[in-house]
């Protein structure tokens, strides 16, 4: 359908918490396609993406972590049911603050409860580079940035740098 403009930081709808969906509409679904052709035209740098960054205040986010694109997840109304005691440190980085990233601690694996593009309620776990992603589109979903799960110092460097770069 159409690549859509990435908002930049600091712009406020990167701070809003995103509306829930009501159904899966033709419109719902439209803006998933969006999103889908936004995130492949990231240069192989894009493994999820939540509406409010393409300005969209409403809770979806999609997610294909895989190299050829076959594992498509689209999601609304995303919510951690529950996560797992073990940690993974790894780098995570945003198209909204291009330039930068910061190593990023998160759960392992998640269990999520979202809407699924047929418009029921499913419940899925994700591990690994999956549960990452899906965690990061879901702080997008709550006006957060992944730089919100560093310590100030950290966070207020990482925001220098990216003044600096952009």
Not at 1 to 21: E, F, H, N, Q
Not at 84 to 105: D, F, N
């Amino acid at each position: 359908m159409a690549i859509r403009p990435i908002l930049r930081w600091p712009d406020k709808r990167l701070r809003t918490r995103a509306a829930d969906v009501e159904a899966i509409t033709d419109d719902i679904r439209a803006i998933w396609t969006d999103m889908v052709d936004t995130m492949d035209a990231m240069e192989g740098q894009g493994i999820g993406l939540g509406a409010p960054q393409i300005g969209v205040l409403l809770r979806l986010a999609v997610v294909d972590v895989t190299p050829d694109r076959s594992r498509r997840i689209l999601l609304a109304n995303p919510e951690v049911l529950s996560a797992s005691s073990e940690k993974e440190a790894a780098v995570e980085a945003s198209p909204c603050l291009p330039g930068v990233h910061a190593e990023i601690t998160r759960p392992k694996a998640v269990a999520v409860r979202f809407l699924n593009e047929a418009g029921i309620y499913d419940r899925r776990d994700f591990t690994g580079l999956e549960a990452r992603s899906v965690q990061h589109q879901i702080d997008h979903l709550a006006g957060r940035m992944y730089f919100d799960n560093l310590g100030r110092v950290k966070r207020d460097m990482l925001l220098r740098r990216a003044r600096k770069v952009s």
